[in-house]
């Protein structure tokens, strides 16, 4: 019998690798997500959770499904821990996606305060997921101050660029003892594939899904893909020859008498 195929966060099992980021929100987008793409799991700034004059995000998304709150809009250690306060208080529960940005340019996270922000809330009973620059160094620090899981980016956020850190990806794979989970930058269902074909435990995608023509298809080929990807790093990829080639069938012996 084969065995089941899942991954553990904060004492949470999921099956499902797909991570929603909500950030570009609309209720179909949510919908596919969870219909389509099997996701598990999805991201809401606090700002879309704690409003009376908008629409809740909080009215959309289906009951079982893991809340992950950010701290967008931090700029720094102490302003992503009192989001992730105040979304505890909001009942999104103790699972917190650290973000913190200074840069609107590039928006690229900030890897120091990132640190701070990990260990205080880590102290404080948080399954915290810290979005980052891959280094492998900060990855390290990240998981001494207690991290659940590690969150490289793969392109800018939004980019759809795909694995542009593809490198440095895979060295957190190879070095860090955590679930690392894709997230940003990701624009195709392939580029999800290879990046769970290299040992990613999931892949969060966002802009390519609700930026598509069609949302539900999108998310459905995101499903698949990641599952392609999964399965082919479980079944173990075939080596790649450098130089020359190598015949699949003898090309020898059928011509003897």
């Not at 542009?164 to 190879?174: G, V």
Request: glycine share 8%; charged share 20%.
């Amino acid at each position: 019998m084969e065995k089941k195929d899942t991954f553990i966060l904060g004492g949470k099992e999921f099956s499902s690798r797909f991570i929603l980021g909500s950030g570009k929100y609309n209720v179909q987008l949510i919908k596919a997500a969870v219909e389509n793409a099997g996701a598990q799991m999805i991201t809401l700034a606090l700002r879309r959770a704690n409003t009376k004059d908008a629409e809740n995000i909080l009215d959309h998304i289906p009951e079982g499904i893991t809340l992950l709150p950010n701290t967008s809009g931090a700029r720094n250690a102490k302003e992503a821990v009192r989001i992730a306060r105040l979304a505890r208080e909001l009942g999104c529960g103790n699972f917190v996606k650290v973000e913190v940005i200074h840069d609107s340019k590039y928006l690229l996270p900030d890897n120091y305060e990132t640190i701070k922000a990990t260990e205080q809330l880590a102290a404080e009973g948080f399954v915290v997921l810290p979005y980052m620059y891959p280094d492998l160094n900060v990855a390290r620090d990240l998981m001494s101050a207690g991290a659940a899981a590690i969150m490289p980016l793969a392109a800018p956020i939004g980019s759809n660029k795909g694995l542009a850190t593809k490198d440095f990806i895979r060295i957190l794979i190879e070095e860090i003892d955590l679930p690392i989970i894709v997230d940003a930058g990701i624009g195709r269902p392939s580029q999800a594939c290879e990046a769970m074909e290299m040992g990613c435990a999931a892949v969060m995608a966002n802009t390519a899904i609700a930026t598509a023509g069609d949302i539900p298809r999108m998310a459905k080929a995101f499903h698949l893909a990641i599952e392609a990807g999964r399965s082919a790093y479980l079944s173990g990829l075939g080596r790649v020859l450098e130089k020359g080639g190598s015949a699949s069938s003898p090309l020898t012996g059928f011509l003897q008498d």
